[in-house]
């Protein structure tokens, strides 16, 4: 199983997204931008320092990159972001009911 969060070009690509220096892209058309996804960038965040190794927790990975944490959501949730640094997306839950959670964080 591929497990992007280890994987130094994505973590690459995420911060950028949260850095506002990637476009959200539609998953089923080639370099279109997804209009659904929400981005609030976070100006505090850099690879200059690198990142560290991924921690697994029971709903999330948890990313370090330099002196702060990028949050990977894999248990998803309807939630509120925080004010800045996260990603929004909509889906469906099993009854056809739309919603929209947080993604990617930059956690406290």
């Not at 690509?13 to 959200?24: C, E, F, N, S």
């Not at 850099?46 to 990159?65: M, N």
Request: charged share 20%.
């Amino acid at each position: 199983m591929y497990d992007a969060t280890r994987d130094p070009v994505a973590v690459a690509q995420i911060v950028a997204l949260l850095t506002g220096k990637a476009r959200p892209q539609a998953k089923s058309e080639s370099n279109a931008p997804d209009s659904s996804i929400t981005v609030r960038s976070a100006d505090m965040l850099s690879l200059a320092q690198g990142f560290g190794i991924a921690r697994d927790e029971s709903v999330c990975t948890d990313i370090p990159v330099g002196d702060r944490t990028v949050r990977v959501h894999r248990l998803l949730q309807v939630s509120e972001p925080a004010a800045t640094g996260h990603v929004t997306a909509p889906w469906r839950l099993a009854d056809g009911t739309g919603v929209t959670g947080v993604f990617l964080e930059l956690a406290a």
